[in-house]
């Protein structure tokens, strides 16, 4: 099922399962700006990544003695979410840990994701809290969004604009999905990196200390595009899908495991730990033109 808001500026649409951005239409371009989920390259458009990010090690983490089985990028994606509030501009998804979840992952937690329309602007928050005991958890934002923008231009027109020069190496991937050892000279001196199609060959660029908080899209062959603003996230990863009309700019508070992690979550790399009855926000929010 689909929760619709709207203002004088913006038309969204969000969905219960994974509490999953779908659509980002602005009444003055008239054009969408997320990723339509094609199935044929990648059939989501914005999963929220929790309670990891990435891939563990072999799967699998260990907590207090015992190990436990999680999936690339958690289960908050495949799971509906509840309606908390809905109002014209305003949608809560709240998401409880169960007996099932606490399978896979023994916390007592609960999870709030909140979209916001303020004039031009999508602003989306998370919350968690810690019910009962300490709690260790990555989150994170998967939104994939449309390039070209315009039926007029092509892929190769675009690029990434960040709002500091910046010198960063790229992460790289294992065949596992694990962060290797060493990182890659990338950006140098930069505060443009250009959209090809070859860009992301070797799986998704992966920053951890990027300058900037904000990363615009941007066009030559037009003036339309958007300013992606993530302050708080400490990691960075920026993907699209194999010949796919789109490209992830996805902020993380957490990493997946490096090659030579030892799979304990307590020492997991930019795990949060949340003590009982607290919690823990961070927002990113998109602007369009």
């Not at 929760?3 to 219960?16: A, M, P, Q, R």
């Not at 030559?220 to 699209?240: K, N, V």
Request: glycine fraction near 6%; proline fraction near 4%.
């Amino acid at each position: 099922m689909s929760v619709y808001l709207e203002n004088d500026y913006l038309k969204v649409s969000v969905i219960e399962k994974g509490a999953e951005l779908k659509s980002v239409v602005s009444k003055t371009t008239k054009l969408e700006y997320m990723w339509s989920g094609d199935p044929a390259f990648w059939g989501k458009t914005s999963p929220i990544l929790f309670p990891i990010v990435g891939t563990l090690k072999k799967d699998t983490y260990e907590y207090e003695g015992k190990s436990y089985n999680l999936s690339r990028h958690g289960f908050a994606r495949d799971l509906a979410f509840e309606v908390a509030e809905h109002q014209s501009d305003v949608a809560v998804f709240l998401l409880k840990s169960t007996p099932a979840s606490k399978e896979k992952y023994p916390f007592d937690f609960e999870l709030r994701i909140s979209y916001r329309l303020i004039k031009d602007t999508l602003e989306v928050s998370y919350e968690v809290r810690s019910n009962s005991g300490v709690l260790y958890f990555s989150i994170g934002a998967h939104p994939a969004f449309k390039v070209p923008l315009t039926a007029n231009s092509n892929y190769e027109d675009h690029y990434l604009e960040f709002n500091t020069i910046e010198n960063s190496a790229r992460w790289p991937i294992s065949a596992e999905g694990l962060i290797k050892d060493e990182p890659v000279p990338f950006l140098k001196n930069s505060s443009v990196l250009k959209l090809t199609r070859n860009l992301f060959k070797e799986d998704a660029l992966v920053f951890k200390d990027l300058k900037s908080n904000k990363i615009s899209i941007k066009s030559g062959a037009h003036s339309h595009g958007l300013d992606f603003y993530f302050e708080g996230f400490p990691y960075m990863g920026i993907w699209a899908a194999k010949n796919a009309d789109f490209v992830c700019i996805e902020p993380w508070c957490g990493i997946a495991d490096g090659v030579s992690h030892d799979q304990a979550l307590i020492s997991k790399e930019g795990i949060v730990k949340l003590d009982a009855g607290r919690s823990w926000r961070r927002a990113w929010k998109i602007q369009v033109y």
